[in-house]
Nanobody, 126 residues
Framework: QVQLVESGGGLVQPGRSLRLSCAAP????????IGWFRQAPGKEREGVSY????????KYADSVKGRFTISRDNAKNTVYLEMNSLKPEDSGIYYC???????????????????WGQGTQVTVSS
């Protein structure tokens, strides 16, 4: 069983930045891919970003390209999502999810992931 813990959410003004973390205490993520998802009230959970096991492949939703950066530190069993130039439409609960192996074009399909964190709230508002 993989436990994921997200942190770093909060209330920020438009244009500001946040860095989310996804940690796996006591577990090695070396062989697992990580996806970041978000869900706004009344909307479907959507894929935001993805990183492969060795950080070779990264993916972004079109809505966040150029503003968000995903990275991982396997030594710390932690994946990060740096979010810059935040917009009100970026608001929602952000979740990280993982599965062993690899995902290609299916990276944004939430049904492909095996384990999920509890989420961290991000609110972008003036």
């Amino acid at each position: 069983q993989v436990q994921l813990v997200e942190s770093g959410g909060g209330l920020v003004q438009p244009g500001r930045s946040l860095r989310l973390s996804c940690a796996a205490p006591g577990f090695t993520l070396d062989y697992y891919v990580i996806g970041w998802f978000r869900q706004a009230p009344g909307k479907e959970r959507e894929g935001v970003s993805y990183i492969s096991r060795g950080s070779i492949v990264v993916k972004y939703a079109d809505s966040v390209k150029g503003r968000f950066t995903i990275s991982r530190d396997n030594a710390k069993n932690t994946v990060y999502l740096e979010m810059n130039s935040l917009k009100p439409e970026d608001s929602g609960i952000y979740y990280c999810a993982t599965k062993r192996g690899a995902l290609g074009s299916r990276w944004s399909d939430k049904n492909e992931y095996e384990y999920w964190g509890q989420g961290t709230q991000v609110t972008v508002s003036s």
